[in-house]
C-alpha cells in the first residue's frame, strides 16, 4: 500500500514563500516521476510541476518562474516564492513512471494534501 504524506502548507501573505514536502511510501517505484497539483472546491485538481528521476522538470505556464520543483530519493519538494492569492489552493503530489500519465493526473488516490492560502 502506498502512503503520500503532504506537509508544509500554511497562511502566508502575498509576495511571501512556502516549501512543501511529500514523502512517498510503500510501494513507490524509486524511477517514477514525482509531480505536484493543486485543487481549489468546485475546480479541477490541476498540474504545477512535475521532476523525472533524472531531473528533468516541467512545470505550469501559471508557475511563471516563481515555483522549483526537486526531490530526494522517495521525497519531493515544491519551493514556492512570489505567491500570489490566485495560488490559494489544496496541493498534492503523486507519482507515475510515466511522466506523461503523471502529467494527466488521472489517479484514484491521493494523499490528503496540505493546504495553501495566500492571503493578506
Known amino acids: 500500500q502506498v502512503q503520500r504524506v503532504e506537509s508544509g502548507g500554511g497562511l502566508v501573505q502575498p509576495g511571501g514563500s512556502l516549501t512543501l514536502s511529500c514523502t512517498v511510501s510503500?510501494?513507490?517505484?524509486?524511477?517514477?516521476?514525482m509531480g505536484w497539483f493543486r485543487q481549489v472546491p468546485g475546480n479541477q485538481r490541476e498540474l504545477v510541476a512535475a521532476i523525472t528521476d533524472r531531473g528533468s522538470t516541467t512545470y505550469a505556464d501559471f508557475t511563471k518562474g516563481r515555483f522549483t520543483i526537486s526531490r530526494a530519493r522517495n521525497t519531493v519538494y515544491l519551493q514556492m516564492k512570489s505567491l500570489k492569492p490566485e495560488d490559494t489552493a489544496v496541493y498534492y503530489c503523486?507519482?507515475?513512471?510515466?511522466?506523461?500519465?503523471?502529467?494527466?493526473?488521472?489517479?484514484?488516490?491521493w494523499g490528503q494534501g496540505t493546504q495553501v492560502t495566500v492571503s493578506s
Open positions: 510503500g510501494n513507490f517505484f524509486s524511477l517514477s516521476a
Open positions: 503523486n507519482f507515475d513512471p510515466s511522466l506523461e500519465r503523471l502529467s494527466r493526473g488521472d489517479f484514484g488516490s
